[in-house]
């Protein structure tokens, strides 16, 4: 059975995207353009999901605002679809042309026997990010990841994010393996605005105008290992350009009250996708878990799980 799916499955779909990885930027691009038409005019990609998060995310927005960034949406979707395929075969002098960040900002963690944890979000590159954060963090980069539902791509997707020697932990992983983890010298690295799979588990924020379900795991893990607290954001520069800005966020997490982390990261995000909303990911049906409060009894059971 495994040899059918990596031979007639897996191997021809990434020989395939091997050959695209080759093509130049500019040829690269041409296809994004081809993509980007499709998904806006030819499918209507979640037309609907993305309107309707953006017209309650600004609702002071005009519908000719709306469709300006949808259109922009569109454009940076398409990029990050041929930039991931690039991913395959990129150098690492051009990619690290290509997305830059403040390095020397985590010295002081590497110089210590602390770690860190990084949170960050699905802004475009975060692919690029994935791979570069591995080749110039002072300790190995960490990445948790929720596998695909489709097992060929979630396949492919492991191969080309762990490229750089990255450490990929399955979230349904993360309590079981997270002390053990926590024993080597890494930096722990987070999408933590994805919608959380279990609703009786997370934190409540205002966010973007609405009751927002974000992951609690990210808070306890640093809380309980005292782990340097970093956000970042990613800036698209121009087409086929990314800034990483990260800022040192909480030295000593034990010290912050309950949600205080998760309360500054979506603060930190919130404030980063209105300087640039068009590279967020607003296909995504992030609030379609309905605000209710956690009982006492569920946050104890899901806290004792992390420990």
């Known amino acids: 059975r495994e040899f059918f799916f990596y031979m007639f499955w897996y191997y021809p779909l990434y020989f395939v995207l091997c050959l695209i990885s080759l093509l130049p930027f500019t040829i690269l691009y041409l296809i994004s353009d081809l993509i980007c038409f499709l998904l806006r005019n030819v499918f209507h990609y979640r037309e609907k999901v993305i309107d309707e998060n953006l017209s309650l995310s600004f609702p002071v927005w005009s519908a000719e605002k709306r469709k300006e960034v949808r259109d922009a949406y569109y454009r940076n979707?398409?990029?990050?679809?041929?930039?991931?395929i690039k991913l395959i075969s990129v150098s690492k002098q051009t990619l690290s042309k290509r997305i830059t960040c403040n390095w020397d900002l985590f010295d002081s963690l590497g110089a210590s026997d602390r770690n860190g944890i990084g949170y960050l979000s699905h802004q475009?590159?975060?692919?690029?990010?994935?791979?570069?954060?591995?080749?110039?963090?002072?300790?190995?980069?960490?990445?948790?990841?929720?596998?695909?539902?489709n097992p060929v791509f979630d396949r492919l997707f492991y191969k080309i994010r762990s490229r750089s020697g990255t450490q990929l932990i399955k979230v349904q992983e993360m309590q079981l393996k997270s002390s053990q983890v926590q024993k080597e010298k890494i930096i722990w690295g987070f999408i933590a605005d994805q919608n959380p799979s279990d609703p009786k588990r997370v934190s409540w924020n205002d966010f973007m105008h609405r009751k927002t379900a974000f992951s609690k795991g990210p808070e306890l893990i640093a809380r309980r290992y005292d782990n340097v607290v970093y956000f970042a954001e990613i800036v698209r520069l121009k087409r086929g350009y990314y800034r990483i800005n990260a800022k040192l966020?909480?030295?000593?997490?034990?010290?912050?009250?309950?949600?205080?982390i998760t309360e500054a990261y979506v603060r930190f995000l919130e404030d980063s996708i209105k300087r640039?909303?068009?590279?967020?990911?607003?296909?995504?049906?992030?609030?379609?878990?309905?605000?209710?409060p956690v009982s006492s009894i569920e946050e104890s059971n899901f806290t004792d799980q992390i420990n």
Do not use: C, M
């Not at 966020?249 to 205080?260: I, L, N, V």
């Open 276 to 292: 640039q909303p068009e590279n967020w990911v607003w296909s995504h049906r992030r609030w379609k878990h309905l605000y209710r």
């Open 249 to 260: 966020a909480f030295e000593y997490p034990r010290e912050t009250r309950e949600g205080e």
């Open 77 to 84: 979707l398409a990029d990050n679809i041929v930039e991931t």
């Open 124 to 149: 475009f590159n975060w692919e690029w990010g994935t791979v570069v954060s591995n080749w110039y963090l002072p300790k190995r980069f960490t990445g948790v990841y929720l596998p695909l539902t």
